[in-house]
């Protein structure tokens, strides 16, 4: 039987952890920076232009960000056990931030690195 | 099961409208007119607000306001007798109470008419936060005003707070990670406030003049210092224009601005506040005293 799809509300999206991605290296900087670098897959044109160019075409390559010291702490957060509501509350303390100002600079954080594939956001 | 009692100790203030919150809740959303209250992302209560034309009877007035608000906000709305625990410590407020149903929810709450301003300010309170005495809705309501009683406006909201000359008008905001806008206009006298944070991270390695150069490219000359109520702070004052120093020349002096541009780091909130003050006669000083940041 196919199942009703959950309708998300934003009460059910707070209640959901972060978890970081295994595969990302950690790399601190002298200036306090931290550089978190990835593998991620060629796209498949790339991937084709790779067959004409080469004769052993690579499949992943090395992405890195660099993230500054707010990115840093929220990172430091991701435990997989915190969810995105401690997680808010725990940054916002941290830095004397309004939680509705924290909020919003954590979820975005967190859906940046989302969508780079640098975390998975798992429900409870 | 005796339940603690509800502390409001949150105040807020947008736009004209204010009340207290308990301290859980906080602002989810809002334009000029509109308020969403939330606690932990689940909506708590809706505020929504507005002028009355300038001849109207309340009657009509109620009825095409509970329409539009019907329809706006997708719920049906049924009148319910006034509590009669309620009372509110300002005279001319009008109160009519109601009860309302969505689709997916439903939940109590009451029209406000102020005969003082005359703005009709409609609440609506979600199902767990229904009408009952010392509950939510009950001292939210009787916190609430509408207007303010000195000449400033009272602002507050996301850890800012401060007031503004009843004359002025919000021209426009941003609340951006980071920082927040608020533009005001008088005339043709323009005052921004801004708030930045968390300010321990941005003055990292740079002063507050510095950080001051960064937002505003264009300050010039040196800047005086000072102290207010938030800690010490930085002040320039400057002319701008279409052409150098045509201020000086009737002619030209009315395309002549006097930019004035405080800015403080408030060290206990761990914010940077700015106020820039734009207008066209003079440099607006008493303006200053009264804003965010206003000098001793």
């Not at chain 1, 593998?39 to 993230?67: G, S």
């Not at chain 2, 850890?159 to 609340?175: E, K, R």
């Not at chain 2, 909130?269 to 009264?290: A, C, H, Q």
Request: aromatic share 12%; glycine share 6%.
């Amino acid at each position: 039987m196919a199942g009703k799809e959950k309708k998300w509300t934003k009460s059910d999206a707070l209640l959901c952890i972060p978890e970081k991605n295994t595969g990302v290296e950690e790399i601190f900087l002298d200036t306090g920076d931290l550089i978190l670098s990835f593998q991620v897959r060629y796209k498949a044109f790339f991937m084709r232009l790779q067959r004409i160019l080469r004769t052993n075409p690579q499949k992943t390559f090395t992405r890195k960000i660099q993230i500054d010291r707010l990115g840093i702490d929220v990172w430091s957060l991701l435990d997989g056990k915190k969810d995105v509501r401690t997680i808010i509350k725990a940054f916002a303390t941290l830095h004397r931030l309004d939680d509705k100002e924290a909020e919003i600079s954590v979820t975005l954080f967190l859906r940046s690195l989302g969508e780079k594939g640098l975390i998975r956001i798992r429900e409870p | 099961m005796i339940n603690d009692p509800i502390h409001l100790n949150k105040p807020i203030a947008w736009n004209g409208v204010a009340f207290k919150i308990p301290e859980s809740w906080e602002i989810d959303s809002l334009d000029n007119t509109h308020l969403i209250v939330s606690e932990n992302g689940s909506p708590r209560a809706e505020i929504k607000w507005t002028e009355s034309p300038q001849s109207f009877t309340l009657e009509k007035h109620l009825k095409k306001f509970i329409s539009r608000s019907q329809k706006l906000l997708n719920i049906k709305i049924h009148e319910q007798v006034s509590p009669p625990f309620f009372s509110h410590s300002i005279p001319g407020f009008k109160f009519f109470f109601f009860s309302w149903e969505s689709p997916s929810s439903k939940g109590d709450g009451a029209l406000i008419f102020c005969t003082h301003c005359r703005r009709l300010t409609l609440f609506r309170f979600f199902f767990d936060s229904c009408l009952i005495l010392n509950s939510s809705p009950h001292l939210i309501l009787s916190s609430f005003t509408d207007h303010p009683i000195t000449d400033q406006v009272s602002w507050q909201l996301f850890g800012m707070a401060f007031s503004t000359p009843v004359n002025f008008i919000l021209s426009d905001y941003s609340f951006k990670p980071g920082c927040f806008i608020m533009g005001f206009e008088y005339g043709k006298i323009h005052m921004t406030l801004s708030s930045w944070g968390p300010a321990l991270f941005l003055l990292s390695g740079k002063t507050l003049a510095d950080f001051a150069g960064e937002r505003l490219p264009e300050l010039s000359g040196s800047a005086t210092a000072g102290t207010c109520d938030r800690g010490n702070y930085l002040e320039w004052s400057y002319r701008q224009g279409p052409f150098k120093n045509a201020g000086v020349l009737p002619f030209f002096s009315s395309h002549s601005r006097f930019i004035l541009f405080r800015i403080c780091q408030d060290t206990e909130n761990n914010r940077i506040y700015g106020v820039k003050i734009d207008s066209p006669k003079r440099f607006e000083t008493d303006l200053m005293k009264g804003s965010i940041i206003g000098g001793r």
